[in-house]
């Protein structure tokens, strides 16, 4: 005879059975979707080690050109593999010893990046603090035109960037994309939506012992922003290390782009080394990726919800 | 008394010196130009500066590359979008279960925003290739890209790259949604499938609404990867506004480029002013 706890007990068995069961559904969506993302990176990867035979053999047709730069048309089955039949450090080699453009265009992107990371971080902290304390009516509004601004897509804010390189004479010139990237208010707005979480009773605290505003900002409002800074370091980093659009409309010298537009218009000679080229352009942001994973997280974070 | 108002008004001045760096390189790089871009676009040329009112807007309006870009460009972020919003709010929810390996999952599907499009190009052309993988799977013979079906790449390229953003702001709204209003909710015999659409989803509409706007900004974007896929003249199908934006900087026509420009920012100030006006709301919302 079965009591009302057995018929308890067995409900929630039953139950568990149901959520154990979900559990696994679900576990393995994810498995499947993880593997999934990752996939292109990982081919990427595994083919960097392919001899140039066996990269030519198998993707040959895809990037097959003819002389005047048109693709042809070889029915030829592409052959996408996983491991390669002989690993090799030969294309890696080649990239580092023998075919110097792509070291230099690698050289360009990080010419590109780190004075903009560095000098964005700079101007947008001390306008982050300026938009923190001593609010006011006109700057909210300036602060809104920001937002704004910081939405706009490159296909408006190119034309502008463009007319004021042209009158300062700077298209084709590195200034050309730092000026601008220094200047974008991206950074602004995220950080002075963190600083506007701090207390004001923490700087009141300091003014009172006679704190001044260059200290407080150095050595109060910096320090507390310390992972905020770091979020938004590496947002900055992630969209210029892939930028296209600034080089390809204010950078008419080829030899100036970054590795990000150079390694598209890789050409059917050297299709081996693109594999290895592009493992050593990723390298540098995944590692970024690795380390700093929680910081992105916050900064996506922060990023919800557009007002302060 | 005076003493300590012109004390307030220095310190007004001084954060406006901290200010000043950031608001000048603004208005010396965007704003600035941006009026000239403006008055560009109502003059006849850049040696005449004939001010012809709205004639180029028309022309604008008028040109046929221009309305390929404008209707490709609406149709990917109509497909992108929804997908983007709709994939990425599930994920999260499935993210909130009793499931291991959470950190796994989520670093997974975050790492595509940090891989450099330029770099995985390589496999999707291989993927989406005539004799490709994806060929293969389905059995059929496509040349994708230069398909009708084009869009169907970039949107996937798109989802890869964006999914995990969506992700993770939709996975930080449904962790604030108060605990224990769901408990009670659940004691009081309401499912999970109620308490997500009754309870949940309340709290996350104005998450759902800044996901799908930034998306839309995002799908704007899109044309990174479709100039590294396919070039400076890809098939007609993936002829964004980007492209026309480029082709005209190429051929000097500042007039219709300005006029473009400015036709797009109206467009997004109207989605970021909706943005504003349905987030006070939402807020309040939730608020009382």
Redesign the interface.
């Given at each position: 005879m079965k009591t009302f706890e057995d018929y308890q007990k067995e409900i929630k068995n039953r139950r568990n059975n149901v959520k154990r069961m979900?559990?696994w559904v679900?576990?393995g969506?994810?498995?499947l979707?993880?593997a999934l993302?990752?996939?292109?990176?990982i081919?990427?990867f595994t083919n960097s080690f392919m001899s140039a035979s066996e990269i030519n053999a198998n993707?040959g047709?895809?990037?097959a050109t003819t002389k005047t730069g048109g693709k042809v048309?070889i029915?030829?089955?592409?052959n996408?593999k996983f491991i390669p039949d002989l690993v090799t450090f030969s294309q890696y080699a080649t990239v580092l010893f023998r075919s110097p453009a792509y070291l230099l265009k690698f050289w360009n992107s990080v010419i590109y990046v780190v004075p903009i990371v560095v000098f964005q971080l700079l101007?947008?902290s001390?306008?982050a603090?300026?938009?923190s304390?001593?609010r006011?009516m006109l700057?909210e509004i300036?602060f809104f035109?920001?937002?704004?601004?910081m939405?706009?897509?490159?296909?408006?804010?190119?034309?502008?960037?463009?007319?004021?390189s042209r009158s300062l004479h700077i298209v084709n010139t590195h200034w050309a994309i730092w000026?601008?990237g220094?200047?974008s208010?991206f950074a602004?707005f995220l950080l002075t939506k963190f600083m506007r979480r701090i207390p004001t009773g923490v700087l009141e605290a300091a003014m009172i012992d006679g704190a001044g505003?260059w200290q407080i900002?150095t050595q109060i409002a910096m320090p507390l922003c310390k992972g905020a800074l770091a979020s938004v370091a590496i947002l900055i980093f992630?969209d210029y290390?892939?930028m296209?659009?600034q080089p390809?409309?204010l950078l008419d010298n080829e030899e100036m782009h970054p590795?990000?537009?150079f390694?598209?218009?890789i050409n059917s000679g050297e299709i081996s080394l693109?594999?290895a080229v592009?493992?050593i352009?990723?390298v540098l942001?995944?590692l970024?990726?690795l380390y700093g994973?929680e910081y992105?997280?916050e900064g996506?974070?922060y990023?919800?919800?557009?007002?302060g | 008394m005076r003493g300590g108002l012109t004390r307030e008004k220095k310190?007004?001045l001084?954060?406006?010196?901290?200010?000043?760096?950031?608001?000048l390189?603004?208005l010396?790089?965007?704003?600035?130009?941006?009026f000239?871009?403006i008055w560009?676009s109502m003059v006849n040329n850049p040696v005449q500066h004939e001010f012809v009112g709205f004639t180029n807007y028309f022309r604008v309006a008028a040109n046929e590359a221009h309305r390929l870009a404008v209707f490709n460009t609406i149709r990917f972020s109509l497909t992108a979008v929804p997908l983007a919003v709709l994939l990425s709010l599930t994920?999260a929810v499935?993210?909130e279960?009793?499931?291991?390996?959470k950190s796994?999952?989520?670093?997974?599907?975050?790492?595509?925003?940090?891989?450099?499009?330029?770099?995985?190009?390589?496999?999707?052309?291989?993927?989406f290739?005539?004799?490709?993988?994806v060929n293969?799977l389905l059995g059929i013979r496509l040349d994708w890209l230069k398909s009708n079906h084009a869009q169907v790449v970039i949107v996937l390229l798109f989802l890869?790259k964006n999914?995990?953003?969506n992700m993770?702001?939709f996975m930080?709204?449904l962790a604030s949604v108060p605990k224990d209003l769901i408990e009670v909710a659940r004691i009081e015999g309401a499912g999970r499938g109620r308490v997500f659409f009754q309870i949940k989803l309340r709290y996350l509409s104005?998450?759902i609404l800044?996901v799908t706007i930034?998306s839309v900004?995002n799908s704007?974007?899109v044309?990174?990867e479709t100039?590294?896929?396919t070039?400076e003249y890809p098939f007609d199908a993936l002829y964004l506004?980007?492209h026309f934006?480029?082709n005209t900087?190429i051929s000097l026509d500042y007039q219709k480029?300005?006029a473009?420009?400015v036709m797009?920012?109206l467009l997004?100030?109207v989605?970021?002013g909706a943005?504003?006006i349905v987030?006070d709301r939402f807020g309040r919302d939730i608020d009382e």
């Open positions: 979900w559990s679900l576990t969506f994810l498995f979707a993880a993302f990752l996939m292109p990176v081919f990427t993707y047709t895809v990037f048309f029915s030829k089955t592409v996408l101007v947008a001390l306008a603090y300026g938009f304390w001593e006011s700057k300036i035109a920001y937002i704004i601004l939405l706009m897509p490159y296909q408006v804010t190119l034309v502008p960037n463009f007319l004021v000026l601008p220094i200047f208010p602004v505003d900002f992630i290390w892939n296209v659009e390809i409309v590795l990000s537009v390694l598209s218009k693109a594999f592009a493992v352009y990723m942001p995944i970024i990726f994973e992105l997280v996506i974070t990023q919800g919800g557009i007002k | 310190k007004k001084r954060s406006w010196l901290f200010l000043a760096p950031s608001l390189g603004v010396l790089f965007f704003v600035a130009p941006f000239v871009v560009y994920v499935i993210m279960a009793s499931i291991p390996y796994f999952f989520r670093s997974c599907l975050l790492s595509p925003m940090m891989v450099p499009v330029a770099s995985i190009v390589l496999i999707w052309q291989v993927l290739h005539y004799n490709g993988l293969e890869w999914l995990g953003y993770i702001l930080s709204a104005a998450t800044f930034m900004l704007f974007k044309f990174r100039y590294l896929m070039g506004l980007q934006m480029n900087f480029l300005s473009a420009a797009m920012s997004i100030v989605l970021v943005l504003f987030e």
